[in-house]
């Protein structure tokens, strides 16, 4: 009996180790999501930050779906438009919107990236005087009945009426029960501004924010917590880059 136990037990240990180290079994979206993170379009510099950005995990978060009509604001160069666009491209939608200037001639030149739609704002994005942030004035996005909209470190780039104009523009693209999935870098909570946390957001104002255009609070996720970021330091930083805590928040429109 003793030994019964015994090999029992070690099966046991053996069968958890096992799954502990099993790869990872994806969902048919994930498979999807992965299969764009590889793609020939992404640089070797934007594939050598999945690690620190886990593209896929934050998307399966903010509930993407492959048939989903998406904006995503503020793009900058398509780090994750790359990943988007091929996915959602056979049954969805994904529109680019603010800021898309440095993105269209790219999309115009790769294949894979054709449907992308740039979403025709009447947003004027501009400089405020006296600050590194900047204004959009009052505007729609120019798309209805979205299902999700993202930004991903954009929030904080923003003046307090510009992201609340941004705010009231994405819930009114948003179809009920559409999703708002914002994610940025953490700034400790009701600090002042100063020249090392212009480009942080303190999490707990931006729910406060969002909450004021209508949205609810759906979840939020650890993904990106950075326990070794004392919250002190500019994100451009050497020792902070690619290192900073980022906070991961899902609104949803009721």
Same mark, same amino acid.
């Given at each position: 009996m003793r030994n019964l136990l015994l090999s029992i037990a070690l099966v046991a240990v053996a069968s958890a180790a096992q799954a502990q180290f099993a790869p990872e079994k994806l969902t048919p979206l994930g498979?999807?999501?992965?299969?764009?993170?590889?793609? +020939?379009?992404?640089?070797?510099?934007?594939? +050598?930050?999945?690690?620190?950005?886990? $593209?896929?995990?934050?998307? @399966?978060?903010?509930?993407?779906?492959?048939?989903m009509r998406v904006i995503e604001l503020v793009p900058g160069g398509g780090w994750f438009t790359k990943i988007l666009g091929p996915v959602l491209?056979? =049954?969805?939608?994904?529109?680019v919107a603010i800021g898309t200037d440095q993105l269209e001639p790219m999309l115009k030149a790769t294949p894979s990236l054709s449907k992308? =739609?740039?979403?025709?704002? +009447?947003?004027?994005?501009? $400089?405020? $005087?006296?600050?590194?942030?900047? @204004?959009?004035?009052?505007?729609?996005?120019?798309? =209805?009945d979205a299902d999700l909209v993202l930004t991903f470190r954009n929030y904080h780039n923003l003046t307090p009426a510009a992201r609340a104009s941004l705010n009231r523009a994405v819930f009114a693209a948003l179809k009920p029960g559409g999703h708002y999935g914002i994610l940025d870098h953490t700034r400790r909570h009701n600090e002042p501004d100063n020249p090392e946390n212009w480009r942080r957001v303190d999490p707990v104002l931006v729910i406060k924010e969002v909450q004021a255009a209508g949205f609810s609070l759906e979840d939020f996720s650890s993904l990106h917590y950075t326990s070794d970021d004392e919250l002190r330091y500019e994100v451009g930083r050497k020792s902070v880059t690619g290192n900073s805590d980022r906070f991961v928040l899902r609104f949803r429109k009721p």
């Open positions: 498979e999807k999501i992965e299969a764009a993170m590889k793609s +020939d379009i992404r640089t070797a510099e934007e594939k +050598d930050r999945d690690a620190e950005r886990k $593209p896929r995990q934050t998307l @399966e978060f903010f509930g993407l779906q492959d048939n491209a056979d =049954k969805g939608e994904l529109y992308v =739609k740039i979403a025709r704002t +009447d947003a004027k994005m501009a $400089p405020a $005087p006296g600050t590194k942030f900047f @204004e959009l004035g009052d505007f729609s996005l120019g798309v =209805k």
